[in-house]
């Protein structure tokens, strides 16, 4: 089966077509710039620009795949969550593109596609595992023990790790999306007497807060002139705090499920010094780490696509209504 997966749930425009035979044939991406103006996501530039680049995006990676949409099998998409329009402007495309060629879409949930993203990769993680989602909109831990088999064992109150790596980005005057250009300017900082919350971590449970730490982050900010050097140290404290925010809980699940594997995936998954963190983490547990590759842990279309190609073996279509849901808990997915 040859599907074609559409990603436009936010700022990134994603399209791959994924062959169940011989895996992922093309993928292409682009990504909005005209956001960093704002310093964050505009809904309505967002929805514009993908309606301006799907098209050409298509057909690029339809040419790069050596396939032509005759070839096509079915059209998988992001139905939700993200931005309304942005998903919409996607689902419209992939229901009318699959209805011309009379092929079957399937609206995609886009933290399934996340979590299945390793499977992209040459040596995937066999089910069940421990999944760490982390991206701009969401940060949980989940129990993953099939396709469309997810147990939610904790999640954030409130900010998402990569949105706190967004706002303390924005805080310290480092630009738009936060997650690199902290992470870069933390590679040039040491710890330097800034202390920082290590938020929940006193406390049993799974659960995840990050807004306390934006805060704390700001009132460091405002104890002294914000100098180069100043900058890159309280990107390198913020940094670790999450990282090792991040890697305490994942110790705690791996402990309480028993699982030998941890997938990480999510826009934060590209933190290098994450990994490090994680690798430590999952040692002392007796666990390997396992991610899909930087490109496919940021949005991208192959996440789609591969979970359409699952999803679409089992013989799960959309039915005639056409809809996106911009909240879509991922507890409410069942196996195809
Ligand atoms: O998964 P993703 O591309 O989009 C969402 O579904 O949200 O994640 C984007 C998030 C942004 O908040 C971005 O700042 C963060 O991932 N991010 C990073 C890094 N690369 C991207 N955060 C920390 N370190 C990175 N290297
Ligand atoms: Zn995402």
Redesign the pocket.
């Known amino acids: 089966m040859r599907i074609l997966g559409i990603e436009t749930?936010?700022d990134?425009t994603g399209v791959a077509v994924y062959d169940s035979e011989n895996g992922l044939l093309a993928h292409a991406l682009y990504s909005q710039l005209g956001h960093q103006a704002f310093g964050g996501v505009v809904p309505e530039l967002a929805s514009r620009d993908h309606i301006q680049k799907l098209l050409p995006l298509v057909e690029d990676v339809l040419r790069q795949a050596g396939v032509t949409r005759n070839a096509l099998d079915g059209v998988a998409y992001t139905a939700g969550p993200?931005l309304a329009g942005a998903l919409l402007v996607g689902a419209s495309f992939a229901r009318a593109l699959a209805f011309g060629l009379a092929i079957p879409a399937l609206g995609i949930h886009?933290l399934e596609g996340?979590l299945l993203a390793p499977h992209l990769e040459g040596d995937p993680p066999p089910f069940p595992f421990l999944a760490l989602l982390?991206?701009?909109?969401?940060t949980l831990l989940a129990d993953v023990a099939g396709v469309g088999r997810y147990r939610i064992l904790g999640e954030s109150r409130d900010d998402?790790?990569?949105?706190a790596?967004?706002k303390t980005?924005k805080a310290l005057g480092l630009g738009y999306?936060?997650?690199?250009a902290?992470?870069q300017a933390a590679a040039q900082g040491q710890e330097r007497g800034i202390t920082l919350p290590r938020p929940l971590t006193d406390r049993p449970g799974l659960e995840f807060s990050f807004s306390g730490l934006k805060t704390a982050v700001l009132r460091v900010i405002g104890e002294g002139p914000l100098t180069a050097s100043r900058r890159a140290d309280i990107a390198y404290a913020f940094?670790e705090a999450v990282v090792d925010t991040l890697a305490a809980k994942c110790e705690r699940a791996l402990e309480l499920t028993g699982h030998t594997r941890l997938v990480v995936a999510?826009?934060?998954g590209?933190?290098?010094r994450?990994r490090a963190r994680l690798a430590e983490a999952a040692a002392t547990k007796g666990a390997r780490v396992y991610y899909p590759r930087a490109a496919f842990?940021?949005?991208n279309g192959a996440m789609i696509a591969y979970a359409g190609s699952v999803r679409f073996a089992a013989g799960a279509r959309d039915t005639a209504a056409l809809g996106v849901r911009p909240r879509w808990p991922l507890s409410e997915l069942a196996p195809p």
């Open positions: 749930s936010c990134d993200g886009h996340h982390v991206s701009g909109g969401h998402a790790a990569g949105e790596f967004d980005a999306p936060g997650g690199p902290v992470a940094q999510g826009g934060v590209a933190n290098q994450l842990c940021t949005d």
